[in-house]
Each structure stands twice: as structure tokens, then as C-alpha cells.
């Protein structure tokens, strides 16, 4: 059961796709508490959601800020990430309910911080709306709020192979190298992602003509060979009195403005830049026909950047900040004082808030302060993107992950995980925030693989391999002036990536039909192991295994150096310790505790009782994926073969509703 509760006066977010009658009086399970409301949590309570936030899949012992954030270093003690995704599903004893906050500015939360059994949060003004979800456990909570915010987004199926991506291919020869060197090596490929070199001075929908003389024919070429290139398009509008995107948009006055009615000015890739109103549908409309200059040439998906928005500097705070700096600059002896606010002034010029605070959108003719609908502003973009393939690209699919987003954007689009990096903390991180990602509807999700900042290591990208081969988004990427972490570089440890990038492709007709499932039908794709065992204490306590789908639960492992780790059996389940597609050993293993291991070059599958996964043979992309003649990888314990339900369509079309799609394989 959902109820809707209102207060205030909220801020049309359009997160939701019911419509539901306003409930007056109390709130089940929550009390008054200030300006929030706050819950006791029993010594047993865990608390999933939050989407894309550090810490555990029990967000439990932390405080949280939603307010949409370029963070630069992920870690556990941040406050916000770039996502804001407002839903709790709390259990606490036999209580079991979930808490969508509808609010487009800030929501604090206090999750077990100040006292280990309460839980507070608010907003940061009263006008928001509140959705209850009560009457089932877990599993069936999570389906509720999932039709509640509506259907998630469907990437094409090609969208489900290897991404490979680094913040530093510069020129078309960049690019045909890296797709050479996958081909020469034999690993398969499906994309390859251009970030923000290949434009014309990191101007939106410009393409360098120097570096990529002949863009549609370089994609062209490439989807020949059944790879596609993913375009970065970011949110800043580089201001450029020659550029078809600034000119069209000052013509239409679709950019977000100033107090005094003039557009916004903030500097980013492109220098200063200006920002479109997307929360105003005419701009949206406008910005994501623009998409057209690529899909003209044949692209196909795109990656959505910046989108928070992110803001190196304001043009009037830099000055500012120069003027003091200038007169400290005649100073021969700085106190500490002068010295540390020096820095705190140079360092704050980046995502101030003062900066949100000093622009505007338009709302049905009402102008609205940024810092109070900050976090629809990523979210909006992508919105204004997908609906805009609509036309673009008819009956047609078409890939776009963001950085930014809300709950709501993910009916248009997924989003990947930003900029983390490359350590095995962050590689547990990924692992603990996908279930609570997905919880949140954003379902087409990954993290960059082998870690985006800093060096990797040939270990930690196999590592992260292992677990990103399950992922929705399975993409390589790097920043720049990191170590190369292509996998094909490293050359000791390739036997093993190849056979891992294979048994992903092996693994697509399972992937890609529960992916399907979780999206048509509200269900769910990555989840804690007590979705399923919601009566089972020990599989509450578990933070770092995940079911997947109908059939399949995961251990991967984390650690450096580790061979081994300990697993939790809830059941009693089918071991696959896996070297490749056709090489593993099986062994089954009864419910409870266990020390399993597993080598650098092997990934622990647990088939649980009853289930079936259908295997393909590998294949060097999604295009060339034979389907016809599938293995089933089975535990059945009483003997029963048990049947699978598969989903296979073209993977392009838009009719993923038709019944033919889904046959039933014995
Ligand atoms: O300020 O486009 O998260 O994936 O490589 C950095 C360059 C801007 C941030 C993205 C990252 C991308 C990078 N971008």
C-alpha cells in the first residue's frame, strides 16, 4: 500500500507516474520531529536506498546529504554524490516500510549517526510531498515503489557489451588503435566512448574536424565491425558567438539566468559557459533535438557529463577571489589565518554555493532559485535527451548514461557511478552501491571498471573485472594521466581477461533477459541477499555478496592479495568456481558459513536451488552472440530440471513488450 502525504507547497518534481489522493493525519511509522520526522530503529533495523551514496548496503551509521554534487574524491566520509535518489526501505523487528521524500532541493538524513537507533531526516524547506509504503516485506516494497516512479530505462542490447573509454583518446587515430589492439588481442568489444576531446573546444555538438575528419564515416567503419561510438555531451553551452548551440539558445532565451534577467555565466571545459533552463520543457525540447548533429552521423548513444551542474568558477567569484589575492600579493608575511582562507577561497571557487544561489529558472512563468531544485537539473538533461530520441530515432533504442540524476530521470536513461578510483575500497563500493542504486529504478548502471582516478593494477582491474562483468554497464574508463588500463595492456595477466570479457558474453542471455524482467515487470536485477531471505538474521548482516537476477548469487572478491573469502549460504547452493565459460569446477555446498576459494584468475557463481542459467558461446560482440544453441547451467536438487524464462528480441527495437519475445527454455 502506498499513501501519499503533502506539505507545504511542493515543487512539481514529476519523479512519480501515480496519481494518488493527498492522506491527511498522522504518518504511519514516523514521528514529528522539528522540521522532519524520525523513526526508532530496533537493534536489529537495517536501512537500504539512497541510490548512489557511500557506505554500506545498510546505509545504518552515517548522515547523508542529497544535493547533487562533481565529487572528485569518492570515499566513505562524503556526505553526497552526484545522484539524488530520496527512498528508504527501512526494516526494524517485524516492521517493514519504505520513505520516498519528493523534493528537489536538499533532504538531510541522519541514518543511526547521532544515536545509533534513530533515524531523522528533513528538508530543507517544508514543502515536499511524502510517499509511505507499507503491508510486505522487502521484495515486494521495492516492486510497489518501482510503479510508482515508473518504468526504468531500456538501453539497446549492444549497450550490455564491453565499453572500453579514457579521458584522453584525442583523435580518430586514438580511437581505431584502441579497437585494433581489442581485435589483435582477441578480446571482444561492443563501444567506445569519446569524452570531451573529440569536440571543437568543448563546445556541445561540435566534432573537431583536425582530429576527426570524417566522423560518420569512422562510425560507419566501426559498426561494421559491431562497435559503436558513445559520444560525451556535457551540460555547460560554451559561449561562442559563432556556435550554432549558444546562437540558437540566446535567440530563444532558453539558458538559465541571473537576478538582473541576463544569462548565466560559469566556466567549465569549454571555458564560460551557459546553462540550459531544462526544467523548462521548450528548452528541453530544443536542447535534445541539438542531439541530432551526432545521430545525423550515425551515433547511436551517448554519455551525459557535468550535468550537476558541475562549475569550475563564476566569473564574478573569481574576481573576487583575485582582488583578495591581490592585495594579500603586497603583503611580504602572511598569518595563518590569511594563508589557510587563501586557499579556502581559491579551492571554494569550484562548485560554490553561492554560485547556485545566484541563478534562476522559469517555471510556468514563475522564476525559481537553482539551489532550491538543484537536484533536477542532471536528471532534467537526460530527460531532455531521451525524449528526444523519441524523434530523432523512432521505434529505436538509443544509449544515454549520466552522471547527475534523480529519482524520475530513470525512465530516460541509466547513469554511471562518476569519478572513483582505483583502490579495492572503491571497488567494495561499487559493489555495495548497485543493489541500492537499482532499488531507486536506475537500472542500466556501472561503475568505471579498474578505477577512473589514480593507477590501477593488473590485480585490481581483473578483480574488478570479475564483479563489473555482471554489471548492467560494463565499461572500462580512465581519467586522464593515469596509467593506460585498456585490457588488452596487460599483457601477463590476458588469458584471464579474455576468458572473463567471454564468460561476460557467455553470460548475456541470462544478463540480458533478467535485465529485462527487473525493467518490465518492476522486479529487480542486483539485490541484498535479505530480499530473498527476509527471515534469515545472518543474510542481513551481509554487505558484500549480491543475488542477481532469479537464479544467481555473487561473492566477489575485494581484497588485495586474497585467494579465498568468506561466503554466507543462505541455502543450500551450486558452486561454479569459474576460469572461463567452459573451464570450472562445481561443487555443492550446504546452507550456512563458509571459506571458499578462489584464485586471481577464477569468479565464484552460486546457482541457487531450483534455478538455471542459459549459457551462449562466447563471442567477440553482442552482434555476432549465437543464441540458438544455449547451455543450462542448473541446480536441481530434487532431481527436477528446472525450466528458465529467456527473453530474446532484435535488441534494437522499441517493442519490448511484445509476448513473443519471452519463450520458456527446459
Ligand atoms: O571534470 O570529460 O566523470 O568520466 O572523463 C572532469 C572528462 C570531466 C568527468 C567525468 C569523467 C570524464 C571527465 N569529466
Redesign the pocket.
Known amino acids: 500500500m502506498i499513501q501519499r502525504f503533502c506539505f507545504g507547497h511542493p515543487f512539481p518534481t514529476e519523479s512519480v507516474v501515480q496519481q494518488l489522493p493527498v492522506c491527511t493525519g498522522p504518518i504511519p511509522c514516523l514521528t514529528p520531529d522539528g522540521d522532519g520526522w524520525r523513526y526508532t530503529l530496533a537493534e536489529d533495523a537495517v536501512v537500504y536506498g539512497l541510490g548512489e551514496m557511500p557506505r554500506g548496503i545498510n546505509k545504518r551509521g552515517w548522515h547523508y546529504i542529497t544535493n547533487n554534487t ?1 565529487e ?1 574524491e569518492h570515499g566513505e566520509n562524503k556526505l553526497s554524490y552526484y545522484g539524488a535518489h530520496n527512498f528508504l526501505l527501512v526494516r526494524s523487528g517485524a516492521e517493514v516500510f519504505g520513505v520516498f521524500i519528493d523534493f528537489p532541493g536538499k533532504v538531510y538524513y541522519d541514518i543511526g549517526y547521532t544515536r545509533h537507533d534513530t533515524l531523522i531526516f528533513r528538508t530543507e524547506t517544508p514543502d515536499y510531498e511524502l510517499y509511505l509504503l507499507t503491508g510486505g516485506d522487502e521484495a515486494a516494497l521495492s516492486k510497489e515503489f518501482r510503479q510508482l516512479i515508473g518504468r526504468s530505462y531500456i538501453p539497446p542490447k549492444w549497450a550490455f557489451g564491453l565499453a572500453q ?3 584522453g583518446y584525442k583523435t580518430e587515430a586514438d580511437i581505431r588503435e584502441v579497437a585494433a589492439q581489442y581485435k589483435a588481442h582477441d578480446l571482444p568489444l561492443d563501444m567506445i566512448c569519446m ?2 576531446d573529440y569536440m571543437q573546444n568543448y563546445a556541445d555538438f561540435t566534432v573537431n574536424q583536425s582530429r576527426f575528419p570524417d566522423l560518420k564515416r569512422l562510425s560507419d567503419d566501426f559498426k561494421a565491425e559491431g562497435i559503436r561510438l558513445v559520444p ?1 555531451i ?1 551540460a555547460g553551452v560554451r559561449i561562442d558567438p559563432e556556435d550554432e548551440t549558444c546562437q540558437e539558445g540566446l535567440a530563444r532565451d532558453y539558458f538559465c539566468k541571473k537576478e538582473d534577467g541576463t544569462p548565466f555565466v560559469a566556466a ?2 569549454p571555458g564560460k559557459a551557459y546553462f540550459a533552463d531544462f526544467l523548462r520543457p521548450e528548452a528541453r525540447a530544443w536542447f535534445g533535438q541539438r542531439y541530432h548533429v551526432l545521430t545525423d552521423l550515425g551515433i547511436e548513444g551517448f ?1 551525459n ?2 550535468n550537476e551542474p ?1 562549475l569550475f568558477y563564476s566569473p564574478e567569484r573569481l574576481k573576487a577571489v583575485l582582488t583578495n589575492v591581490a592585495a594579500l600579493s603586497r603583503k611580504d608575511n602572511l598569518d595563518h589565518t590569511e594563508f589557510f582562507g587563501l586557499l579556502r577561497d581559491v579551492t571554494g571557487l569550484i562548485n560554490a554555493p553561492e554560485d547556485y544561489a545566484s541563478f534562476y529558472h522559469e517555471v510556468n512563468g514563475r522564476r525559481v532559485r537553482h539551489d532550491t531544485v538543484h537536484n533536477l537539473y542532471g536528471g532534467s538533461m537526460t530527460r531532455a535527451a531521451g525524449e528526444a530520441f523519441a524523434t530523432l530515432r523512432p521505434g529505436k533504442r538509443t544509449l544515454l548514461y549520466s ?1 547527475s540524476s534523480v529519482i524520475g530521470s530513470h525512465r530516460y536513461g541509466g547513469i ?1 557511478l ?2 572513483n578510483h582505483s583502490s579495492w575500497a572503491q571497488l567494495l563500493a561499487n559493489i555495495q552501491m548497485m543493489p541500492n542504486v537499482q532499488l531507486c529504478g536506475f537500472l542500466y548502471t556501472g561503475a ?1 571498471l579498474c578505477g ?1 582516478d589514480e593507477d590501477t593494477t593488473p590485480d585490481l582491474a581483473l578483480r574488478w573485472l570479475e564483479f563489473g562483468l555482471f554489471a548492467p554497464l560494463m565499461r572500462n ?4 594521466d593515469t596509467r593506460p588500463q585498456e585490457f588488452y595492456r596487460f599483457v601477463d595477466e590476458l588469458p584471464a581477461f579474455r576468458a572473463m570479457l567471454r564468460l561476460r558474453y557467455a553470460l548475456l542471455p541470462y544478463l540480458y533477459s533478467e535485465f529485462m524482467k527487473a525493467a518490465l515487470e518492476n522486479g529487480s536485477y542486483f539485490r541484498p541477499l535479505a530480499f530473498d531471505y527476509p527471515n534469515d538474521p545472518d543474510a542481513r548482516e551481509v554487505e558484500d555478496q549480491l543475488l542477481l537476477g532469479e537464479g544467481v548469487m555473487l561473492a566477489p572478491i575485494y581484497s588485495q592479495n586474497a585467494h579465498g573469502r568468506a561466503v554466507y549460504l543462505p541455502e543450500p547452493m551450486k558452486l561454479l568456481r569459474l576460469r572461463a565459460v567452459d573451464d570450472y569446477d562445481e561443487e555443492i555446498l550446504p546452507a550456512g558459513h563458509h571459506y571458499i576459494r578462489c584464485g586471481l584468475d577464477e569468479v565464484l557463481l552460486f546457482l541457487r536451488p531450483g534455478h538455471a542459467v542459459p549459457v551462449a558461446k562466447p563471442a567477440v560482440n553482442t552482434a555476432r552472440l549465437d543464441e540458438t544453441s544455449l547451455t543450462l547451467w542448473s541446480f536441481c536438487p530434487d532431481g527436477q530440471r528446472p525450466a528458465y524464462r529467456m527473453y530474446t528480441d532484435d535488441g534494437v527495437s522499441t517493442d519490448c513488450d511484445k509476448p513473443e519475445h519471452w519463450k520458456i527454455l527446459h
Open positions: 562533481d572528485s573509454s579514457r579521458f569524452d570531451i560525451i556535457d567549465v571545459w554519455w557529463d557535468m558541475a552522471r554511471w562518476g569519478d568505471d577512473f574508463h580512465a581519467g586522464a
